[in-house]
Structures are given as C-alpha cells and as structure tokens.
C-alpha cells in the first residue's frame, strides 16, 4: 500500500522559510514523477513543482519560481520541498503526490497546512 506522509507545514512570517517533507512508502519509485501541489480557501488545488524520480528533472510553476526548490533523497525515499521568500499568498494546504512519468497522479498524501503572516 502506497502512503505519502508530508511533514514540516507550520506558521512563519513573509519572507521566511519552510521545509517541507514528504516519505514514500509502499512501492518504488522508479519512473515516477514526484510532485507538490497546493491549495488555498476557496481556491482550486494547483500545482507548485514536480520532480522526476530517476532524472532529478524539476519543474516550477511560475508563482515559486526563484524561490521554492524540490529535491528526493533516494536512500530515504523523501521529497522536500523548500520554500524560501515566503508570501502570504503561499498560504495553503500543501500535498504531496506521486504518479508514473507521463501520467496523472495516483497518490496523494493527506496535506500540511501552511500559513504566511505579513
């Protein structure tokens, strides 16, 4: 059974940093895409980076570019994102997700929450 487990959510003030965590369990990884996805109040849930788990291929929405960075650990099977220049509008709930290379994602974690005070 797969899990994604993230960690790390918490309250910092703009401007500050957070790294956030999230351990795979279940399977390997091989050939998977490992993503962040966020979502606001009242907002959709969107996209914030993707990593490919064999490449190390990043991918940014246009919102954290310059300031967010996802990376995996192999040998802990983890996926951190670190975000860096925080804004309120970062503000979310943030999900870990996993998927095969070319298609959706399967896996979802259960989300940590994210607060940016100005």
């Known amino acids: 059974q797969v899990q994604l487990v993230e960690s790390g959510g918490g309250s910092v003030q703009a401007g500050g940093s957070l790294r956030l965590s999230c351990a795979a369990s279940?399977?390997?990884?091989?050939?998977?895409?490992m993503a962040w996805f966020r979502q606001a109040p009242g907002k959709e849930r969107e996209f914030v980076a993707r990593?490919?788990?064999?490449?190390?291929?990043?991918v940014f929405a246009d919102s954290v570019k310059g300031r967010f960075t996802i990376s995996r650990d192999s040998a802990k099977n983890t996926v951190y994102l670190q975000m860096n220049s925080m804004k309120p509008e970062d503000t979310a709930v943030y999900y870990c997700?996993?998927?095969?290379?070319?298609?959706?994602?399967?896996?979802w974690g259960q989300g940590t929450q994210v607060t940016v005070s100005s």
């Open positions: 279940g399977r390997t990884f091989n050939n998977y895409g």
């Open positions: 990593i490919g788990w064999n490449t190390g291929w990043t």
């Open positions: 997700a996993a998927g095969p290379t070319g298609s959706g994602y399967q896996y």
